[in-house]
């Protein structure tokens, strides 16, 4: 029922749009809070949401993909999975997890088999090298965490936003990292949810002292007044957003 699994790696699924330094830091943040803890981050992925994931002003997949690509230059041992943006339509978060959770572990006895050939770009070069250093089946399982904010923790009250299976099969099989959000109050959340409850062990709430609101929504308002977004998103982010003209415009 609990996971003991030690290595991990970190998942974050969202809009991004634009990605900020916010969704680069909680990465940071939650890396060196789990190192703490005594787990291994072997390393990160941020998935962007389909666009058919129906949210006001949301930019083309094609762009939110390029912008996070952009962004992680900063932060290599994270990379971006397009396979969200890839389905014919949106994907539970659940299932995110299930796919790359599956393609990990395919990966993983791949590797140990020494035959198939499977597609390891989705992580960081570093983190395959250790696998094949790593001759104990035991030491190379590897469990994907969703890594989130406590808004998106928040939301699984919203009704009719998430199935109560999906829940409790996050919780159950994946864990959550849970990134404190000013206005949140994580601790209070999950005590009041049975099913979160019952798997607080799977569950870490990082806190984050240095707070920073920076929201995609708040940077993608200023871009519209044409205010000044340095320092909330990467320069590479903002060039990206200034050479395709996005956001110049918002629906009412
Ligand atoms: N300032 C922040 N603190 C903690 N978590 C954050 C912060 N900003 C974003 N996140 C988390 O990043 C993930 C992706 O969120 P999302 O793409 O919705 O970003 P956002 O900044 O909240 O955007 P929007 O304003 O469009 O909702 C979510 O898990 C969200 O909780
Ligand atoms: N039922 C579900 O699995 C479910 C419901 C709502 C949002 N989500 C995901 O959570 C993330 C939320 O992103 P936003 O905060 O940008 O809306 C998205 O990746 C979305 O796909 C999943
Ligand atoms: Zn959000």
Not at 208 to 213: F, L, S, Y
Request: one cysteine or more; hydrophobic letters at 40%; charged letters at 20%.
């Amino acid at each position: 029922m609990f996971l003991d699994n030690k290595n991990i790696i970190l998942l974050s699924t969202g809009s991004f749009n634009p990605p900020t330094n916010m969704h680069l830091r909680m990465f940071e943040i939650a890396r060196d809070h789990l190192n703490r803890l005594g787990h291994t981050i072997c390393g990160g992925l941020m998935s962007p949401t389909h666009d058919s994931y129906k949210k006001k002003d949301l930019a083309p997949s094609l762009h939110r993909c390029a912008m996070i690509e952009q962004a992680l230059v900063a932060l290599p041992w994270v990379k971006m999975s397009d396979w969200e943006v890839k389905q014919n339509g949106w994907t539970r978060t659940r299932q995110v997890l299930q796919y790359h959770q599956n393609h990990l572990n395919m990966i993983i006895t791949s590797r140990l088999n020494g035959a198939i050939k499977v597609d390891t770009s989705l992580f960081p070069l570093q983190f395959i090298e250790n696998l094949d250093a790593n001759d104990s089946n035991q030491n190379r399982a590897v469990n994907v965490r969703l890594l989130c904010g406590a808004d998106l923790l928040e939301s699984f009250a919203v009704p009719g936003l998430w199935n109560d299976d999906d829940i409790e099969a996050i919780v159950r099989d994946y864990g959550l990292v849970v990134v404190s959000r000013s206005g949140s109050n994580p601790h209070k959340f999950i005590y009041e949810s049975n099913v979160l409850t019952k798997y607080m062990a799977n569950i870490i709430v990082v806190t984050e002292w240095i707070t920073n609101e920076v929201s995609s929504t708040k940077v993608r308002r200023a871009l519209s007044r044409n205010e000044s977004v340095k320092f909330l998103i990467s320069e590479l982010v903002e060039s990206y957003i200034k050479e395709h003209g996005l956001y110049e415009t918002l629906n009412k």
